[in-house]
């Protein structure tokens, strides 16, 4: 597939919680093979924009696209009717939250393969066959029989992507992943997280790391107030002309 490949593109999204509009018109094309980096002050629409992305959050006005797939309200009446689940969305799009979200009476191979059976089925020697698979790729199989309390924060953000990784993403999602971890586990989530880039993962990650997000970006995302104020490329922190973004910036280096 050429690398170009729109993955997922949002068109005039807009979202309104109560009397109060969250996001004013986001435009955004994510590629196949890409890492999206979004960041911007507190409040500024980040993860709303995220949750838009598998439909956590449904817009109220604008296009979501997956693969060719309208999966928002569209922007015209011709797009009612043709919409897709949000289920079948996301199949294909995994998702990781600040919060690990982990089955507390589950270990953590149980953890991947309860959900690797509710939506790709087969025996239960299968999915747990497919967990320790995953587990072992974040460097976790040997607590593959451990509970989430026995496990430290980034131990459990870890299992968190392995359980996304096992349902085949197309597209990863993280929404702040370390921001709920003691700074010293920061480290190991991002180095998965490095590791997945490398791999070639579609990525689209909100984040405060801003010494990652320069790391692995090919495509940076500045936001404030709901907007997409700029974005640009791999040399976005070097050579960003936008006033706003670079105060932003040159705060949190």
Do not use: W
């Not at 170009?4 to 949002?10: K, P």
């Not at 709303?48 to 309200?73: A, H």
């Not at 949000?86 to 690990?100: A, C, S, T």
């Not at 702040?176 to 490398?198: F, H």
């Amino acid at each position: 597939m050429p690398a170009s490949e729109v993955l997922m593109e949002l068109s005039g999204v807009r979202k309104t919680f109560g009397t109060i509009e969250v996001l004013h018109g986001i435009d955004l094309q994510i590629t196949k093979g890409s890492h999206a980096v979004i960041f911007g002050p507190s409040g500024s629409g980040k993860s709303t924009v995220l949750r838009c992305m598998n439909l956590l959050e449904e817009p109220d006005v604008g296009s979501i696209k997956f693969l060719g797939n309208e999966y928002g309200p569209g922007n015209g009446a011709k797009a009612e009717g043709k919409r897709g689940k949000p289920i079948e969305l996301r199949r294909k799009v995994g998702m990781v939250f600040q919060q690990f979200n982990l089955f507390p009476h589950l270990s953590a191979l149980d953890n991947l393969a309860l959900p690797y059976r509710s939506v790709r089925g087969g025996s239960l020697s299968e999915a747990q066959e497919r967990a320790a698979h995953e587990l072992n790729k974040v460097g976790l199989l040997k607590f593959a029989a451990n509970y989430p309390s026995q496990l430290s924060g980034g131990q459990q953000q870890r299992v968190a992507i392995a359980r996304a990784l096992s349902l085949d993403p197309e597209l990863m999602l993280f929404d702040e992943p370390t921001s709920a971890l003691d700074p010293e586990l920061v480290g190991e989530v991002l180095a998965v997280m490095r590791d997945l880039a490398e791999s070639g993962m579609t990525m689209v990650v909100v984040t405060h790391e801003m010494n990652f997000a320069r790391e692995i970006g090919d495509l940076n995302i500045f936001m404030e107030a709901g907007n997409i104020v700029t974005t640009g490329g791999s040399d976005f922190f070097e050579n960003c002309t936008n006033q706003r973004a670079k105060e932003f910036i040159g705060s949190v280096l």
